[in-house]
């Protein structure tokens, strides 16, 4: 036989591993040259690897720590928004089932009792600009905020003025607080706030 490795002729010992054939001191990791003979290995496009060079070259990563992804849980996210420089522009990615977290709170997208997924007994996230926020933080940090009462604006109507966003419950009379019946409103000279005509008026004898 002939060794894999340096194809000269094996007059002593072989080894046989990966349907071939193998000097002993030939089968080692192509990677950091241990051997290979007595422990385990993984086999790549048709060499040899130690354990810790094959999850170190080939393993998937998990995003969080960058460490490989051995024999642990993960999850596999694919999301076109994950893509850009952050990745490589691919839009897939791995996480640690405990890594998988908000960028913002940190609380894990997954029940570590429950089985990895992300759809079946995970919570809900949102990418945003290539990192996973929980729905609540997702709201608080990148949705507009409202002018009136300060708070964001997450769903449902938004009314712009006074280059400004609001709730349309938040956008009334700064005076009186009820809101607008019309379409038109007056704006306080000095304080630059809504006011409907009546109160308005009031406003400007005072
Ligand atoms: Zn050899
Ligand atoms: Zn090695
Ligand atoms: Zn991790
Ligand atoms: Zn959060
Ligand atoms: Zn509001
Ligand atoms: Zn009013």
């Known amino acids: ?107 894990p997208f997954l029940d570590p009792k429950a089985s990895g997924s992300v759809r079946f007994g995970g919570r809900e996230f949102v990418v945003h600009k290539g990192y996973p926020y929980c729905e609540k933080c997702h709201v608080n940090l990148h949705k507009p905020r409202c002018k009136g009462c300060k708070k964001p604006i997450a769903t449902g109507d938004v009314i712009t003025a006074l280059k400004s966003k609001w709730h349309p419950e938040c956008f009334c009379c700064a005076f009186c607080n009820k809101p607008f019946e019309s379409e038109s409103f007056f704006i306080g000279k000095s304080d630059g706030k809504p006011y409907d005509e009546a109160c308005y008026r009031i406003k400007l004898r005072s």
């Open 1 to 107: 036989a002939s060794c894999a490795n340096c194809r000269k002729w094996i007059g002593g010992r072989v080894v046989h591993a990966m349907d071939t054939t193998w000097h002993p001191s030939c089968f080692v990791c192509w990677h950091c040259d241990e051997h290979l003979e007595h422990v385990a290995f993984y086999e790549h496009e048709g060499k040899p690897y130690c354990h810790f060079d094959y999850h170190e070259l080939f393993s998937k990563r998990c995003f969080h720590c960058r460490t490989p992804i051995v024999d642990q849980r993960f999850i596999t996210i694919n999301d076109p928004e994950l893509g850009g420089e952050n990745n490589g522009g691919g839009g897939e990615r791995c996480y640690h089932d405990l890594h998988f977290f908000c960028a913002n709170c940190g609380d």
